[in-house]
């Protein structure tokens, strides 16, 4: 088989849920868009379902849909889009509770499904989402009036606990949801570890579950190992792979492994980037294609079937730091050419 094998580890996500609920110590859902963070919402949202968890976050209504068929009735989803044109069936179906970013949202909620569910929005800062303290103003009584279940907000610099951002927004969502009876939410995993005075009644972690940062003590979730295509032996001054950016300044074995930039593995990755085989560390040379990579795999003895990317040794965001990016990036990047094993 030449395509690289992904392992995800379900009884890891749901330790990490554990953990962050400990930490918590208040209701902790689990926020499980983009599929879950590549992982498989279905399978993920139904072992975390059996873990415990009573309240699921997604991105759009379909993923909430998704996920439903998945885990069955009980748990609450709730959709950070809120209520779209053309989402009443499927919220209804579906038993989805939309988040209302804005009155217009609202208004199409409560016309389209009276009585419905829905959960209510607020901007404390970030200026991405929800409803802002002038429009939350004039709209407060008429809002409280349809029963909301829920108040969230949301942190734009949580993974930087100094960061000044973070107090800012605390103050303002304690002052727009001042003397409000409905359960508040404000953290997600970077408010999860601020401490108590961001966790109100609910945090919704979502990249912790899945062993990413800013959850240090996360365990690792995703492993990835890529199989040898071919070796061959480069002699001192021969290029290595697309554009010649690599010579080899002595002979050396090179490896080409089965993935590249269409799984995911993007190009920034290249230069710096190393895998594992066994204990031995190896490094990327040349420039990564859209279906292998080459390796330098002279330090090794012999040429192993496969080395590994993702796994204990180096977790998802010591690949995103090779590309200048984060780990929630690599994982929702991770591509579906991988053959997949979930493992409880
Ligand atoms: C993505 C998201 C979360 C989860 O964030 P993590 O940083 O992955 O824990 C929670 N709330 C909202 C509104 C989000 O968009």
Redesign the pocket.
Known sequence: MSTGKLTIDLAAIADNWRALAKIAGVETGA?V?ADA?GCDIGRVGAHLAEAGVRQF?V?MAEEGLALRKAIGTGPVISV?SGHMAGDAEVIAGAELTPMVNSLDQMLRHVEALPGHPFGLQLDTGMNR?GMEPSEWTALREIALSQNPVLV?S?LACADEPAHQMNEQQRKQFDDMTQGLSIPRSLA???GTLLGPDYHYDLV?????LYGGMPFADAKPVVTLDIPIIQTREVAAGETVGYGNTWTAQTPARIATIAAGYADGLIRAMGAGATLQAGSATVPVVGRVSMDSITVDISALPNAPESLQLIGPHQGVDAVADYAGTIG?EILTSLGHRYARTWTT
């Open positions: 926020t868009k963070y976050f991105a950070f989402l969230m949301h997600a995993t970077g919704r972690p979502g990249i912790g929630y």
